[in-house]
């Protein structure tokens, strides 16, 4: 089926810095979402973006995240700064129509901030 | 209550045999799917269904709007059907999935 790939598969890095998430969504698809999931814990939506611009996102999206898709390359989350709470797995979707559709997912980013 | 209700939270199930999953909705759904996580985390989905019912070889699920739930059965278990199952669903206002808490499954020989 349809493939969503995620790079890099896992990410190390020091509290306070800056992280970037990437995300290559289905090729045809419109809509794109990131969803974070804390190790043993249930799935969590953050945000979802269309035609360049978040178009709903939860109180997990703090001020420190921020999305993007510059010129349809990647579909990028990006944490400045990092803080040790957003250590998880961070997973995108993509999907061809907002409500009526499947979402397909990636394999998620293994995020560890010490 | 929370939006996605799902049970059981754990299932253990020998080799042949046969179970259900089930979520239910604090409101009404538009749509739901279903998803395995395996060992390495990773996402497979299962189904979407927007309404009614639909199978794909040992698996059956079904989604019932307006009675607010939404059902994965499965038939003759396999070792590999080992993993954690969710449901999520969309609700009528967007496009965002929301989660059960997962249905941790371990099929044993």
């Known amino acids: 089926g349809p493939k969503v790939l995620q790079i890099p598969s896992h990410q190390i890095i020091d509290m306070g810095q800056m992280v970037t998430l990437n995300c290559d969504p289905v090729?045809?698809?419109?809509?794109f979402y990131w969803y974070k999931q804390i190790l043993g814990q249930q799935m969590e939506f953050l945000v979802n973006?269309?035609?360049?611009?978040?178009?709903?996102k939860s109180k997990l999206f703090k001020d420190q995240f921020s999305v993007e898709r510059p010129d349809g390359s990647y579909f990028t989350l990006k944490i400045q700064p990092t803080a040790l709470e957003d250590s998880a797995v961070y997973f995108c979707a993509s999907s061809l129509d907002s409500t009526q559709d499947t979402q397909y997912f990636g394999p998620g980013t293994r995020l560890l901030v010490l | 209550g929370m939006p996605v209700e799902q049970n059981p939270p754990a299932l253990s199930l020998y080799e042949g045999a046969d179970s259900g999953l089930r979520c239910n909705f604090s409101?009404?759904?538009?749509?739901v799917q279903w998803f395995q996580q395996n060992h390495r985390g990773r996402l497979i989905t299962l189904f979407y269904?927007?309404?009614g019912t639909k199978e794909n070889g040992r698996l059956k699920s079904t989604f019932n709007s307006k009675e607010r739930y939404s059902t994965l059965h499965i038939k003759d278990a396999q070792l590999e059907d080992s993993g954690t199952y969710f449901c999520?669903?969309?609700?009528?206002?967007?496009?965002?999935?929301?989660f059960g808490g997962g249905t941790r499954l371990t099929v044993r020989p």
């Open positions: 409101t009404t759904m538009k749509s």
């Open positions: 999520a669903a969309r609700n009528n206002a967007g496009a965002k999935l929301t």
């Open positions: 973006f269309y035609n360049g611009k978040v178009m709903e």
């Open positions: 269904l927007a309404q």
């Open positions: 090729s045809n698809h419109l809509y």
